[in-house]
């Protein structure tokens, strides 16, 4: 039996100054003229002022610090008010009571940045996340703490003391720790709330003694706790004259998996409610997906569709609250992306904030960035949400985050009657309707709503007509004019593109390091079994080798070797030689490797090397679920002989990694050759200097097979680029380097291929937003922002002449608008992907728009006879359409 030990806790907290104390969080009271933040049936209060908050998801982990300041920004620039990220205990405590809270860990400066540029902070603690995110973002030695069960009403937390001698004792089957100067022993059986409550209290107390909860002058008003199912909790604090916010959340989901543990899953959701509040920060918590979330706890919705699908709050004193808006899906290797419009983001949110009185959403991901090293979940992508509002890079992506900027300011504009006015509901037709919000004052909003698919509508409200397009919503801030539609997208649409910079296409410039096929009488581990491959390689590898080996008389050579397996990827080998490989998918984990092989007459070494692509992050009982090989088998002839009970030998991790060859001291410690063919199981190394600017680089493995790679020892992640989508193209085949990773000059980068990957197509490519093209009618709303423009007008001289729609083209700093690729006015057909010259097509057009915006960084164009001169369709809508290079 193993025996969970707290020595380490002791030993290890000293050396970290006690920082896993289990000691209550001080109440954080009003004093210091603090603002009080409540909330009631409408919406969050803050100091007494209702507030419609958005709000994105941007994971301090995912992205560098170097990067944090400009996605922030771009945040903030896009209309968000909140900033969301989780808390990732397994990169903040790799092992017991030993953290890290540095660089891409360093939380505390990540929330410090979303303070300094006036935002709140919306803080997702867990500490069970899920977010694709390598074993949910637990530490993997929780795994081996006896009887516990993730998630759970565990048994109490237990203590026993014993007398023991002063020696090294054995708490686990591999792990020895110093314990010379202790005699008195505390043994400890402890239950999964146990270690889940010590981490939250950690990061609970470290937020308070930074200063960062609102009280205090910093940013945190609001808490989260997840029991998952997806369980976020919202708390309430008071706080100093600060605008900003922060939500802590302790689970994640749970409502999706809790009838999986009977009748000890309702209390533990209401053990963690009583453990959040508990920690006494003097806030209301909330729990997302959670019907049932008791009182005072606030049940949120997460989804793509919680304008429809949210049952409402379950208590008519809690507000409707939207913690994950997806902005798109997450990809795994052999998928294909799941996109999502920006014009169907912004009709759930609008509707959201209509049908379901919303007053907070948060989108998922308003970055997703990269997932750097191994912590992807099994077979999810290195690049992680890139479809988001900010690209992997960080580079706006458009329309999706402008058309939801147009939105914000749209919402804006009427916020204050949205919350405060009486809300009524009139039909305007069998699929339209108007949610109206009429204030005390003569204050007037309303938001006209199609929900017909197919066809456009024309509606009457309050004496005057509206066409509203399939799916769509209108908002009218005043009930008269329309300020924003869901569907009519203005904003221009840009697009990325890549330039190789540094390219490695020469034999010279690669050496190579071919891994070792362990035989049975090289490894030292044993088993008269298959062992199960998390529980043995302890989440510090991706790789498990199986080897056996057995008489086999015959001089029949040919035989067939059966694997089946519940790892990701397999690669058998005999006598050393690769005989075959298989895989399996996110769909379909179990998996079965059929080759027929030669066989020695005599004695044969079969090796089996099982990869995995990230650890299980999601459903009830993680801490049971299996992998690695099920069954051996070989036949001969007739004859079957089954090997899965049988004596093996083990060897966790491959040669290169036990040798850091992706290091630079480590590299250096071994003989490399020179390159001359591609062959599987290889270490490629070379080196390079960086390329010159400052726009985002990326590794293009387009000639690579499956492995991982490093930039002077930084993993920037696995690669799986023969994994083809059913269109037959990679999964992802740009890798994202971090511009912080490098030196000016002689940088390391070392590759770890699986298959016959060939290094000669590798390149360094700049990434980079070279051409931006807008689409605009004369239907379009006017942009959001010469609203006030309008009210001064109409105060004045009821003129509304000057607000037109409008093509707005934008170039990334530091690049200038250099050709016009195209332009039209009048009818041009297609969109920005696809156009040509319609029926109707001014000749002016591309003259005028060359003057309007060659060589500067914006223009902007109105689809008008005055803009253009001429009028070339009298009585005809028009539109134009610009395509522009930027360089």
């Avoid at 390329?691 to 930039?711: D, Q, R, V």
Wanted: glycine residues 8%; contains cysteine; proline residues 6%.
């Amino acid at each position: 039996m193993v025996l969970w030990v707290v020595c380490w806790v002791a030993l290890v907290a000293t050396a970290c100054g006690g920082s896993t104390t289990n000691g209550g969080v001080a109440a954080a009271g009003g004093g210091g003229g603090g603002q009080n933040v409540t909330y009631d049936g409408r919406s969050l209060i803050i100091n007494g002022q209702r507030k419609i908050l958005f709000s994105g998801s941007i994971h301090y982990p995912r992205s560098t610090p170097d990067m944090w300041p400009s996605l922030i920004s771009k945040a903030k620039e896009g209309g968000l008010d909140v900033i969301q990220t989780y808390v990732f205990w397994n990169l903040h405590e790799p092992q017991p009571g030993l953290y890290n809270f540095s660089g891409r860990c360093d939380i505390v400066s990540f929330i410090k940045e979303i303070q300094a540029q006036g935002l709140y902070a919306s803080l997702r603690i867990g500490p069970f996340i899920e977010s694709e995110w390598t074993y949910g973002g637990l530490p993997f030695w929780l795994h081996d703490v006896p009887g516990i069960v993730f998630r759970s009403d565990n048994e109490p937390y237990k203590v026993m003391t014993l007398i023991l001698p002063k020696n090294r004792i054995n708490i686990s089957k591999s792990l020895y720790l110093p314990c010379n100067s202790v005699e008195l022993w505390h043994l400890v059986v402890s239950s999964w709330q146990h270690f889940m409550q010590v981490f939250t209290t950690k990061i609970v107390n470290m937020m308070m003694a930074e200063g960062l909860y609102a009280s205090q002058g910093g940013p945190i008003i609001l808490s989260q706790v997840k029991t998952v199912t997806r369980l976020p909790l919202f708390f309430q604090i008071t706080f100093h004259d600060f605008t900003e916010t922060a939500q802590l959340q302790i689970e994640n989901e749970y409502q999706n998996i809790e009838a999986a543990f009977h009748e000890r899953g309702p209390p533990y959701v209401r053990w963690a409610a009583d453990m959040a509040v508990g920690l006494h920060t003097g806030v209301p918590w909330m729990m997302c997906k959670q019907q049932d979330a008791p009182d005072p706890v606030i049940n949120t919705c997460n989804g793509m569709r919680c304008g429809e699908t949210f049952p409402g709050p379950n208590s008519p004193n809690k507000p409707a609250l939207w913690t994950e808006n997806w902005t798109s899906y997450y990809q795994v290797y052999g998928e294909n992306a799941t996109m999502r419009s920006a014009e169907d983001i912004a009709f759930q949110t609008a509707l959201f904030i209509a049908k379901k009185s919303g007053s907070f959403v948060n989108y998922y991901m308003y970055h997703g960035g990269t997932n750097l090293g191994r912590t992807g979940s099994a077979y999810v992508l290195t690049s992680y949400y890139d479809q988001a509002p900010l690209d992997e890079y960080g580079f706006i992506r458009q329309p999706k985050w402008g058309h939801l900027k147009e939105l914000h300011a749209a919402i804006n504009l009427c916020s204050q009657t949205l919350l405060a006015g009486v809300p009524f509901n009139l039909s305007l037709g069998p699929l339209q309707e108007a949610y109206v919000f009429q204030g005390n004052s003569g204050e007037c909003a309303a938001l006209l709503v199609n929900n017909n698919d197919r066809n456009d509508a024309v509606v009457q409200f309050q004496n005057s007509s509206y066409d509203l397009p399939p799916k769509s919503i209108s908002i009218l801030p005043d009930c008269k004019t329309v300020a924003f539609n869901t569907a009519k997208v203005s904003t221009q649409t840009n697009t990325r593109s890549t330039l190789p910079s540094v390219m490695f296409n020469s034999t010279e410039m690669w050496e190579v390091f071919e891994e070792v096929v362990p035989n049975f009488d090289d490894t030292s581990l044993r088993s008269n079994t298959l062992l199960e491959q998390m529980n043995t390689t302890k989440d510090t590898t991706d790789y498990l080798w199986y080897s056996f080996r057995f008489q086999h008389n015959s001089s029949d050579a040919q035989s067939i070797l059966n694997v089946n397996s519940l790892g990701h990827v397999l690669h058998a080998s005999v006598n050393g030689a690769l005989v075959g490989s298989a895989h399996g998918s996110h769909k379909n984990t179990n998996f079965t490797l059929e080759n027929i092989v030669s066989l020695d007459n005599g004695m044969n070494n079969i090796s089996l090397l099982s990869g995995m692509v990230g650890l299980p992050d999601s459903g009830a009982f993680l801490e049971r679920r299996t992998a690695g090989l099920r069954r051996v088998t070989i036949q001969a002839n007739q004859d079957i002989q089954n090997f899965t009970n049988y004596p093996w030998g083990y060897q966790v991790g491959l040669l290169g990694e036990k040798l850091q060859v992706y290091t630079i001291e480590g590299s250096s410690n071994v003989q490399w050759s020179s390159f001359s063919s591609s062959q599987p199981l290889t270490w490629y190394k070379t080196a390079f200097d960086a390329p010159g600017g400052t726009e985002p680089i990326a590794l293009n493995l387009g000639s690579m097979g499956k492995g991982e790679a490093w930039i002077n020892g930084q993993s920037i992640g696995r690669y799986w680029v023969s994994f083809h989508t059913p269109a037959g193209s990679p999964s992802q085949q740009w890798y994202n380097i971090p511009r912080s990773f490098l030196k000016p000059t002689g940088n390391l980068l070392v590759l770890l291929d699986e298959e016959y990957g060939n290094p000669q197509g590798i390149s360094i490519d700049i990434i980079s937003v070279t051409k931006v093209c807008g689409q605009v009618s004369d239907s379009n709303p006017p942009p959001v922002d010469s609203w006030k423009g309008l009210i001064q007008s109409a105060i004045k001289n009821n003129d509304d002449h000057h607000r037109r729609a409008k093509v707005q083209l934008r170039c990334p700093p530091g690049k200038y608008i250099s050709r016009i690729l195209f332009a039209s006015f009048g009818t041009p057909t297609g969109d920005c992907g696809h156009y040509s010259v319609g029926g109707c097509h001014s000749t002016y057009s591309k003259a005028t728009v060359e003057k309007a915006c060659v060589g500067r960084r914006e223009c902007s164009i109105a689809p008008s006879y005055q803009s253009f001169g001429e009028d070339p369709c009298p009585g005809t809508p028009k539109a134009v359409l610009v395509d522009a290079l930027c360089e």
